[in-house]
């Protein structure tokens, strides 16, 4: 044979080989059918089957389940047929579908998982279904799906939900938002509960009408001491806490310890009993000989400490510390790093027995208010005029007053003194001095009230020792009952504005302390929980601090430690 003929035959038996070689390549390899699975080329069919049938070609494209016997899927359940681009299981008695049960099917474009019994399906069950274009959970018992089970899932066109038993709770509300926002057609099916939406489809229910929100108060940490008050202020950017501890005579500062991750003493403002007090008082409550008779009153070491009132101004931190007996003080602290000193007496004749400061400003210029209690003494205003505060006028006297409220109605500023001898009296702001505006009908036995604003009103918290204590609401000329809440043995009704949450605290003496949550559609005051354990004792005051993205509750006691809860934000809706 010439070259040429060699050449020829080699060239023809190159072309057989590759000819060969493409039949080889494109032939699928041969697999096994399962007894229980009618298979052709590409799809096979399986019905009762007692578990999951495997021995499938690892090139099948479609598989369809019926009445089997399988309990659960399982993570990885379908590793060993990677090319399914359609899986169907019908009439299965299986119940729960685990997270990743369908890993590794990459190419998977529908998925029907009908008339079965689903009651629980994981939230990663779809994870890697990255192709899959339609889905139906149709005619199973899903009451809830979990949140995200659709993340990831962008390719998905088609969903059908309907025919299960969903409950139309919070736990719906991720799905009517993935639902309005989703670029598929979702058939979602309606409501099985509860009993006021039943038979609602899910179409129709509005994702803003759900309040999926909620707050809880859980013990946090324990400060030794009693206290009668307690107050938040910033200084240098930087959150306090200052607790009035009467039984020790001293407001008390706290700071955030980064290292401990909790509160810790930073300063305490102690001060030495006034000059003129007979030792009777210093020295209560031992009953000692007093001048001229009098009795030493059974009251604790004097000069007790019932207010703590900051005021931050720049650099300078200003602490109005209320004492008994004339003993009240200004503390200042003229730039950090220095310490608290006291630097001037406050109105010794006119407060003989404050029970409560508070911040205002009037004209420009910072004021504190202190209510006296005493007969001989009369509650004062006090401004700042050069370096320090002094009297201004003169309110109530003969009085008791127990409380002071500064509060804003009409674009000027008011006062409100609630005392012991007549209903709570509303002060305005006008000519640079109070003037009595009106009182609050309806309201004996007041023994302290708090403000808070809501929706453009204005509400007011009245404290009743005996008796319900109430909720006002100001109506542009006074202020008229909205509610009603039993309080015996109620020394302080108090409002706290928590992040988005309008709360307000009713301490009691003899029972356990009632956290209330203010309902913006009615308008109204609902029970939250109840405070404890531990359980606080002769609650006077609450605050609210948020530190290192965590907000804290402050219960300042009477008979009992400071008590610190940690807020609590609830997603009713996971």
Known sequence: MGGAGILLLLLLLLLLLAEAGAVVAWRPPKGKCPLTCSCSKDSALCEGSPDLPESFSPTLLSLSLVRTGVTQLKAGSFLRVPSLHLLLFTSNSFSVIEDDAFAGLSHLQYLFIEDNEIGSISKNALRGLRSLTHLSLANNHL????RFLFRGLETLTHVDLRGNQFQCDCRVLWLLQWMASVNASVGAGACAGPAALAHTQLHHLDPKTFKCRAIELSWFQTVGESALGVESFSYQGEPHIILAQPFVGRCLILAWDYGLQRFRPEEELSGEPPSHLPACLVTCPVSLP?????????????????????LVLGLRLFVLAARLWGGSQLWSRPSPGLRLAPTQALAPRR???????????????????????????STTLLCRDGPGFYPRQSLHAWHRDTDAEALELDGRPHLLLASASQRPVLFHWSGGRFERRTDIPEAEDVYATRHFQAGGDVFLC??????????????GSMFRLL????????????????????????????????????????????????????TLVAPRAFAHITMASRRFLFAACFKGPTQIYQVHELDLSA
């Open 351 to 377: 407060l003989l027995r404050p029970n409560d400061a508070e911040l205002l400003w009037l004209d420009g210029q910072p004021c504190f208010v202190v209510a006296d209690a005493s007969k001989a003494g």
């Open 462 to 475: 009245l404290t009743r020792y005996i008796g319900d204590s109430m909720v006002m609401r100001w109506d």
């Open 483 to 534: 509610q009603q809440l039993p309080s015996r043995g109620a020394h302080v009704f108090q409002p706290l504005l928590i992040a988005r949450d309008q709360l307000a605290i009713l301490g009691s003496d003899f029972a356990f302390s009632q956290v209330f949550h203010l309902e913006p559609d009615k308008g109204l005051l609902e029970p939250l929980q109840e405070l404890g354990p531990p």
């Open 290 to 310: 007093c001048p001229a008779g009098l009795t030493c009153p059974l009251l604790p070491t004097a000069p007790s400490v019932v207010s703590c009132k900051p």
């Open 143 to 146: 009451e809830t799906l979990p």
